[in-house]
C-alpha cells in the first residue's frame, strides 16, 4: 500500500504558517527561506518538477513589483527581513501577509483552513 499523500502547494502553506513548530521550531523568514531552498533541491536530486509553483510565481512578481527600482535588495526574502526590522518572527508573519495578499489579487486563490 502506498501511503504517500500528494504534495498540495497551498496546503504546505497553510500548515507552515499555522504550525511552523513542526517544520523548523520557532517562526523565522530565513529558516522558511531555508525548508523551500531544501525542497526545490530535493526535487531537482529526484529529477521531479518543483511543486512550488505558486511560490516560485511570487518570487518573481516580488521581484518585479517590489524590488524593480531598489538596487540594494537582491531577494524577495532580504527585503523583507529589512523591511520588518531585522526580526525573522515578525518577518515570517509579513511574508505571509504578503504571499498571500499576492495569492488573492493574482491569482483569485486564498490558503485553505487546516482544522
Not at 18 to 46: H, N, Q, W
Not at 99 to 110: A, I, K, M, Q
Amino acid at each position: 500500500m502506498n501511503m504517500k499523500k500528494e504534495f498540495v502547494e497551498l496546503e504546505f502553506f497553510s500548515d507552515v504558517k499555522k504550525r511552523p513548530g513542526v517544520y523548523f521550531g520557532c517562526p523565522s523568514l530565513l529558516s522558511l527561506r531555508d525548508l523551500l531552498t531544501g525542497m526545490d533541491i530535493a526535487f531537482r536530486f529526484e529529477h521531479t518538477e518543483s511543486p512550488l509553483k505558486l511560490f516560485h510565481s511570487f518570487v518573481i512578481w516580488y521581484r518585479e513589483e517590489k524590488l524593480a527600482d531598489q538596487d540594494t535588495y537582491a531577494c524577495w526574502w532580504n527585503h523583507i527581513l529589512y523591511i520588518s526590522g531585522n526580526d525573522g518572527r515578525y518577518a515570517f508573519e509579513r511574508f505571509f501577509a504578503i504571499f498571500e495578499r499576492y495569492l488573492h489579487d493574482v491569482h483569485h486563490v486564498s490558503l485553505p483552513i487546516l482544522e
